[in-house]
């Protein structure tokens, strides 16, 4: 659920709801629907959905570059989109190293 949040955040998805989650019988979480996200704000949609992190995800955060979001989105995102993604990716990661300052690693990062 974390993961999720933080992607739900990365993408500003406004439309996160347990209707556009599917769950398999292995209780594998599947995300659908985001014809609400890929928004132009610069800023979080919501930062109190964000309390954890894994440290694999927050490394991958830390190294995604626009060229990459850029080559892998090419035919569904512009580049105001793309900023947008970029701007959310250094919100999110800043969050949570301000919250590994103020709580320890350990209370953020699993």
């Given amino acids: 659920m974390h993961r999720r ?9 406004t439309d996160r709801n347990l209707g556009n989650v599917l769950i398999s019988e292995n209780w594998h979480l599947w995300m659908i629907d985001f014809s609400r996200a890929f928004r132009l704000y610069h800023e979080l949609e919501n930062r109190k959905n964000l309390e954890r992190c894994g440290r694999q995800l927050l490394e991958r955060l830390r190294q995604l570059d626009a060229a990459e979001v850029k080559a892998k989105t090419k035919d569904y ?5 793309i900023d947008g993604v970029m701007a959310r990716r250094d919100a999110i990661v800043k969050l949570y190293e301000n919250l590994i300052k103020e709580k320890g690693e350990a209370q953020v990062l699993y």
């Fill in 5 to 13: 949040r933080v992607f739900a955040q990365l993408v500003y998805d």
């Fill in 77 to 81: 995102l512009n580049k105001m989109e």
